[in-house]
């Protein structure tokens, strides 16, 4: 079984730094994507930042410029860098993994969650 665990979260003021990881731990063959989600109360879950296999990342409009993803194929780990930090950057965190299983099959995997709180 595959799982993904988070870590860094917590409370930061507006405008400063925080780092998320996540790493993938199981019967893993090959990893394609994998990315960062975010839902705040009431809102539903938005893609902030994808990085696939090959090198190439995408953004969300409203993280561009401030929040850098990138990964570490060889731990199965992604990294999401954010600064400038903003209270509306304030939510749960969700790492998401597109990935093959030991047995070939395709699978999306969800972490637990982590909580960002951006307020002064």
């Known amino acids: 079984q595959v799982q993904l665990v988070e870590s860094g979260g917590g409370l930061v003021q507006p405008g400063g730094s925080l780092r998320l990881s996540c790493a993938a731990s199981?019967?893993?063959?090959?990893?394609?994507?994998m990315a960062w989600y975010r839902q705040a109360p009431g809102n539903q879950r938005e893609l902030v930042a994808n990085?696939?296999?090959?090198?190439?990342?995408d953004y969300a409009d409203s993280v561009k410029g401030r929040f850098t993803i990138s990964r570490d194929n060889a731990k199965n780990t992604v990294y999401l860098q954010m600064i400038r930090l903003m209270p509306e950057d304030t939510a749960v965190y969700y790492c998401?993994?597109?990935?093959?299983?030991?047995?070939?099959?395709?699978?999306?995997?969800w972490g637990q969650g982590t909580q960002v709180t951006v307020s002064s």
């Open positions: 990085a696939y296999s090959g090198g190439n990342t």
């Open positions: 199981g019967n893993i063959f090959s990893i394609n994507t």
């Open positions: 998401n993994a597109n990935l093959k299983n030991g047995r070939g099959l395709k699978d999306e995997i």
